[in-house]
């Protein structure tokens, strides 16, 4: 995001206490070669400490930071026959943003310089990477534990901090953003003042102060709390669409709707919405009549918070989507699943993990890695068929099933359900028995052989092996094939 005011900035960078690592005071000393050195030194220094951007300041004197002025003219500076901004950019690896900003103030001429972190790999200038060590402009090389830190720093910077508002005033800031609902699923009464507000928007990284009299709304802000995603055009096109359609396929859609509203300010819509459109069976319970849904509420919450926090956002033009059929619901979202199909009940890992962390603080989904083994478990309750999980190259999809019977289930069917109750059982650490198999597939003790033949295709299948060797096939116990590896 370019700089929109020169001068609130200097004004904010002159509230800091001294010099950092990621910033410089000068006044008129515009050596190129220097300049190199000291634009690489500290784009690596802001990106460990996580600063969106490095400043050098011309005009203002070190320590005291009394505002002298300078005679530095950025826009005229020439090395050789080229102009400063094109050899700096030349440069540097890999290619980063460098403004150059001349303006004129009571007191002087100033000039800054403001260089964009790469969060790819550290700077090098010439060939060469530095990094600034107080006020010391050092080789990378020469502090292998700063090297260290700084490729640590190259994988944090993720979607959810970059910028999908910049420049906005606080109340700008309050009114794109659903702060009601956000402190209502904090369970927190919503402060009195607008300046509370923003300092816990603030701390929860939603949104930050821009260092030029306002605020950037970050990629995380816009996500969960947007009050209309449309506002925002790094996540326009990333609301959660729901289809219903007529039938067992595409042919024929009854409604489609898109959702404006933040992940986490519309979750509870989206799933009133859904639940309201999925079909429910007649039942009585005490003699009372009752519509029950034939979907697990609970698991469905599950697989839709999981598609939307482990989204690829990189992926452009694709969003969340949510497709109720007559016999299923498929939800899929953008970006290859991070674990393999057969570990995905059991393995934890996030694209995302900051999305993540505040959706499981604001009561979205489980607890880390509690959401789609507790999926596992609503849909054995209910005795349909598991769920089935399929990875592309670009999308990953979950599929819900309705209800089957035991013998409408396909082979390949009776092999997965049993290979998930397996991995549930064993997340418990209560090995799968026959007896247990049986109770997940509602059968009588006299199915015994039909649930030893489903135990039979899911071993020679390779889904799962003896917890033991030397069981009687009575008594035996199993667990996913991983676990005797």
């Given at each position: 995001?370019?700089?929109?005011?020169?001068?609130?900035?200097?004004?904010?960078?002159?509230?800091?206490?001294?010099?950092?690592?990621?910033?410089?005071?000068?006044?008129?000393?515009?050596?190129?070669?220097?300049?190199?050195?000291?634009?690489?030194?500290?784009?690596?220094?802001?990106?460990?400490?996580?600063?969106?951007?490095?400043?050098?300041?011309?005009?203002?004197?070190?320590?005291?930071?009394?505002?002298?002025?300078?005679?530095?003219?950025?826009?005229?500076?020439?090395?050789?026959?080229?102009?400063?901004?094109?050899?700096?950019?030349?440069?540097?690896?890999?290619?980063?943003?460098?403004?150059f900003l001349d303006f004129?103030?009571?007191?002087?001429?100033?000039?800054?310089?403001?260089?964009?972190?790469?969060?790819?790999?550290?700077?090098?200038?010439?060939?060469?990477?530095?990094?600034?060590?107080?006020?010391?402009?050092?080789?990378?090389?020469?502090?292998?534990?700063?090297?260290?830190a700084l490729w640590l720093?190259?994988?944090?910077?993720?979607?959810?901090?970059?910028?999908?508002?910049?420049?906005?005033?606080?109340?700008?800031?309050?009114?794109?953003?659903?702060?009601?609902?956000?402190?209502?699923?904090?369970?927190?009464?919503?402060?009195?003042?607008?300046?509370?507000?923003?300092?816990?928007?603030?701390?929860?990284?939603?949104?930050r102060e821009d260092m030029?009299?306002?605020?950037?709304?970050?990629?995380?802000?816009?996500?969960?709390?947007?009050?209309?995603?449309?506002?925002?055009?790094?996540?326009?096109?990333?609301?959660?669409?729901?289809?219903?359609?007529?039938?067992?396929?595409?042919?024929?859609?009854?409604?489609?709707?898109?959702?404006?509203?933040?992940?986490?300010?519309?979750?509870?819509?989206?799933?009133?919405?859904?639940?309201?459109?999925?079909?429910?069976?007649?039942?009585?319970?005490?003699?009372?009549?009752?519509?029950?849904?034939?979907?697990?509420?609970?698991?469905?919450?599950?697989?839709?918070?999981?598609?939307?926090?482990?989204?690829?956002?990189?992926?452009?033009?694709?969003?969340?989507?949510?497709?109720?059929?007559?016999?299923?619901?498929?939800?899929?979202?953008?970006?290859?699943?991070?674990?393999?199909?057969?570990?995905?009940?059991?393995?934890?890992?996030?694209?995302?993990?900051?999305?993540?962390?505040?959706?499981?603080?604001?009561?979205?989904?489980?607890?880390?890695?509690?959401?789609?083994?507790?999926?596992?478990?609503?849909?054995?309750?209910?005795?349909?068929?598991?769920?089935?999980?399929?990875?592309?190259?670009?999308?990953?999809?979950?599929?819900?099933?309705?209800?089957?019977?035991?013998?409408?289930?396909?082979?390949?069917?009776?092999?997965?359900?049993?290979?998930?109750?397996?991995?549930?059982?064993?997340?418990?650490?209560?090995?799968?028995?026959?007896?247990?198999?049986?109770?997940?597939?509602?059968?009588?003790?006299?199915?015994?052989?039909?649930?030893?033949?489903?135990?039979?295709?899911?071993?020679?299948?390779?889904?799962?092996?003896?917890?033991?060797?030397?069981?009687?096939?009575?008594?035996?116990?199993?667990?996913?094939?991983?676990?005797?590896?």
């Amino acid at each position: 995001m370019s700089i929109l005011d020169s001068r609130a900035l200097l004004r904010r960078l002159l509230l800091e206490p001294a010099e950092t690592p990621w910033l410089e005071f000068k006044q008129n000393n515009a050596d190129p070669e220097l300049l190199g050195r000291c634009v690489a030194a500290c784009s690596n220094a802001a990106m460990m400490a996580e600063k969106d951007r490095a400043y050098i300041v011309f005009g203002i004197e070190n320590v005291t930071k009394r505002r002298l002025g300078t005679t530095v003219q950025l826009g005229a500076q020439r090395k050789g026959g080229e102009n400063l901004h094109n050899w700096l950019t030349r440069m540097l690896e890999p290619r980063i943003m460098i403004e150059f900003l001349d303006f004129d103030e009571e007191d002087g001429h100033f000039a800054i310089i403001a260089v964009t972190p790469s969060y790819d790999r550290p700077i090098r200038f010439s060939g060469t990477e530095y990094i600034r060590i107080g006020e010391n402009i050092k080789t990378l090389r020469e502090h292998p534990e700063y090297e260290r830190a700084l490729w640590l720093a190259t994988s944090r910077q993720k979607f959810e901090g970059a910028v999908a508002l910049a420049h906005q005033s606080a109340e700008s800031v309050l009114d794109c953003l659903d702060t009601g609902t956000f402190f209502e699923l904090l369970n927190e009464p919503r402060p009195q003042s607008d300046a509370a507000v923003i300092a816990k928007l603030a701390s929860h990284g939603l949104i930050r102060e821009d260092m030029e009299g306002g605020y950037d709304v970050t990629n995380l802000g816009a996500v969960l709390v947007a009050t209309d995603v449309s506002r925002f055009p790094s996540i326009s096109a990333k609301s959660v669409r729901v289809i219903k359609y007529v039938g067992k396929d595409k042919k024929r859609s009854e409604k489609e709707i898109e959702g404006r509203k933040g992940y986490a300010s519309g979750f509870k819509g989206l799933l009133t919405y859904i639940s309201n459109a999925l079909p429910t069976e007649e039942t009585y319970v005490n003699g009372v009549r009752r519509q029950e849904p034939v979907y697990p509420l609970t698991a469905l919450r599950e697989i839709i918070a999981n598609a939307l926090i482990h989204q690829d956002f990189t992926i452009g033009g694709a969003g969340p989507v949510i497709e109720i059929y007559d016999d299923r619901i498929e939800v899929t979202n953008p970006g290859n699943s991070l674990i393999e199909v057969d570990r995905i009940i059991d393995e934890r890992r996030s694209r995302n993990e900051k999305l993540a962390s505040t959706m499981r603080l604001l009561g979205i989904c489980e607890e880390r890695g509690g959401g789609i083994d507790k999926a596992i478990l609503e849909v054995e309750e209910m005795s349909l068929p598991a769920p089935e999980f399929f990875a592309s190259h670009d999308s990953m999809r979950v599929v819900i099933f309705g209800p089957r019977r035991f013998n409408q289930l396909m082979k390949a069917d009776r092999v997965w359900a049993c290979f998930c109750h397996c991995v549930v059982r064993w997340l418990r650490h209560d090995p799968m028995s026959n007896q247990s198999l049986r109770e997940r597939f509602r059968l009588s003790d006299e199915d015994y052989q039909a649930a030893s033949a489903v135990i039979a295709d899911a071993r020679k299948a390779g889904k799962i092996v003896q917890a033991e060797e030397n069981q009687g096939r009575r008594n035996a116990r199993y667990v996913p094939y991983w676990d005797r590896a």
